[in-house]
Structures are given as C-alpha cells and as structure tokens.
C-alpha cells in the first residue's frame, strides 16, 4: 500500500497543500459553524497538479468560505437565529468543479 504524504509548499497560503501531485483545499470549520456545514473541516481536491491553477481556486473558495463565516457571525450578532445560506459546502463543491472546467 503505498504512504500518502502530504507537503507543504513555501510560502503557499495553509489551507493549500499537495498530496502527491495533485493540490487540496483544507480547511478547519469554527465549532460555532460545524452545524451548518456538517463537518468539521473542508477537504477537496483542486484537480490540478499547477500551481497557479491551484491557488487560483483555494483562494477563490477561501474567500467564499470566509464570506459564510461572516454572514453567519453577522446575523448571530444580530441576534438572528439562523443566517442565510449563501454559501454551503454543496455549493462549494459546485465552485470548485466550475472553476475547473473555466480555468
């Protein structure tokens, strides 16, 4: 069986590593968030094995992830019991395959 290695590459953001040749988008979900997500933590390949393909992608997810996380603290704050869902891991999936197929 072979050993998965994962590596960290220089000064790439750390929600970016790669897994063999193929890059990943990693990223830890807040406790106060995990309910809506489902999960405790984002794992997904970019389906690239460049580098500029990939940080293109993890920084246009890492964006869209930070804009939910916002929302969902703004209207917390608000007092609202539950925030919009502008952006679910569904619909993160969804970006990343279309960012694939555009770039």
């Known amino acids: 069986m072979a050993k998965v290695v994962s590596v960290k590459i220089g000064k790439t953001p750390t929600y970016l590593f790669r897994k063999g040749?193929?890059?990943?988008?990693?990223?830890a979900i807040p406790i106060d968030v995990r309910e809506a997500f489902g999960r405790t933590?984002?794992?997904?390949s970019l389906q690239t094995n460049d580098l500029k393909h990939a940080l293109f992608k993890a920084n246009y997810l890492y964006l869209?992830?930070?804009n939910y996380v916002r929302q969902r603290e703004y209207y917390?704050?608000?007092g609202l019991e539950q925030a919009p869902c502008i952006?679910?891991?569904?619909?993160?999936?969804?970006?990343?395959?279309f960012i694939s197929t555009v770039f």
């Open 21 to 27: 040749r193929v890059y990943y988008f990693r990223i």
């Open 41 to 44: 933590e984002i794992n997904y």
């Open 64 to 66: 869209c992830y930070k």
């Open 76 to 78: 917390n704050n608000k």
């Open 87 to 97: 952006i679910t891991f569904w619909l993160l999936k969804r970006l990343i395959l």
